[in-house]
């Protein structure tokens, strides 16, 4: 398929995330579980990097979509409001998403200029671990600590994200033919759950993917 047939591809898979949010939010779904699946769903972006041709197309989209992400808060039309209210609550602004959103922006870029496994690793690792991670806390956490500035997190929650981080960097290794020893993908799992636990307020969102990388590219 060519550049611009997976541009299509990928403004519809766009699309039906966002008209999901809205059908999930209307049907009842909590925010915080909207968020969540919206956070897991967009790690196929990554998976999808091998097939184009290119490097101006899938470096450009994401641009595109940070920008469109930023200018929603001042859309006064209902289905702006609406896709805000789905995805952000008084728990998680939606300027976490917007950061979310540069995160895959400023990777992607750094996936086609420096190679993709440590960008892969950095945005799998936060897509399944913020995502997969919170709601497992969320509905299992018992044992609760704060880091001063930081939101009240679980024992459980952090376990599972590094569980889902490293899974995440074993997607990552195998579909981009990186071997990564289980030391190392414990290690960055690790640097998630801890990078995520430390975090102050939604900057999770953009510290942990910018840890993984960096520390992929330093081990590797």
């Not at 898979?13 to 939010?25: E, M, P, Q, R, T």
């Not at 808060?73 to 998680?92: G, K, Y």
């Not at 922006?105 to 936060?126: I, N, S």
Request: hydrophobic fraction near 55%.
């Amino acid at each position: 398929m060519t550049d611009l047939g997976w541009l299509v591809v990928w403004l519809a898979v766009l699309s039906i995330g966002i008209g999901g949010c809205l059908l999930l939010a209307q049907l009842g779904v909590r925010t915080t579980y909207v968020r969540d699946l919206l956070h897991v769903g967009t790690g196929v972006w990554v998976l999808g990097w091998p097939e184009w041709r290119g490097s101006v197309a899938p470096v450009l989209l994401p641009f595109v979509a940070l920008l469109v992400v930023s200018l929603v808060p001042r859309l006064h039309n209902r289905w702006a409001r609406a896709f805000v209210s789905s995805v952000s609550d008084a728990d998680e602004r939606f300027d976490g998403l917007v950061g979310y959103t540069g995160s895959y922006a400023a990777l992607t870029l750094a996936a086609f200029w420096l190679g993709p496994f440590p960008a892969a690793a950095g945005l799998l690792a936060l897509s399944l671990g913020d995502g997969v991670g919170g709601a497992i806390g969320r509905r299992f956490g018992k044992h609760h600590f704060r880091v001063p500035g930081a939101k009240e997190k679980s024992l459980e929650g952090s376990l599972a994200v590094l569980v889902a981080a490293a899974l995440g960097v074993l997607i990552a290794s195998a579909r981009f033919g990186v071997h990564v020893g289980v030391v190392g993908v414990v290690l960055l799992g690790a640097s998630a759950a801890v990078a995520e636990a430390l975090s102050p307020k939604s900057s999770d969102n953009v510290v942990v993917p910018a840890v993984v990388w960096g520390l992929t590219r330093v081990l590797l």
